[in-house]
């Protein structure tokens, strides 16, 4: 007969748990925010860390700008008041998932100071790790890079509002990591973001 009995039953219970214990994050949540002109080597960054920890087991989600306007934020646009409510949804989602455990890099320009200030304060209220890394490879590397043609485009008059050209970029004044990518290794950029983490014992 093939019916549960009393140790078949602890067995599919211990199992279960194993399960459970295996599916629980290994750490603190965080939101590791990368801000910075497009072409910067924010999302570059962000998806090599994330591989990284993946591998050490750790909960990771990228929250990629282009991925997410279009799931959250279709319909906006890039003025000031639709970057400041794109920036403001996907701080909220960081948060959330930063709050339950997951380490949540975002590769989003976000190029006011006070919406990044909100963003930190919405985490501080929950006391939700929150970690800014300013990725400031200066505009005319990253025209030079032009990952997306964005900079061609703008040069040919096809788009406007192109920020760090004819857009405002904050810079941040104290980020918590300032990384210039121009000439510099990707794997070095990504140890360096690894380390900051560590050294707040957010691994
Ligand atoms: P962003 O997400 O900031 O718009 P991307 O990561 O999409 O920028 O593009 C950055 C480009 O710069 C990529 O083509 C990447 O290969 C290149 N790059 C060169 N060096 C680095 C580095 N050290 N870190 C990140 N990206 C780099």
Redesign the pocket.
Known sequence: MSGVGGADALTIAAIADAQVQAARPAGPGVTVW?T???????????YALADRLREEGRAVEVLD?DELREALSPGLGFSRADRDAHVGRVGYLARLLARNGVVALV?VIAPYEQTRAAVRAGHAADGTAYLEVH?ATPVDECAR?D??GLYAKHAAGQISSLTGVDDPYEAPAEPDLRLD?TG???G??VETVYQMLSERGLL
């Open positions: 990368l910075g002109l497009s072409g910067a080597g924010k999302s570059t960054i962000s700008g590769p990725v890079r990952v997306k990518t510099s290794d990707l070095a950029d």
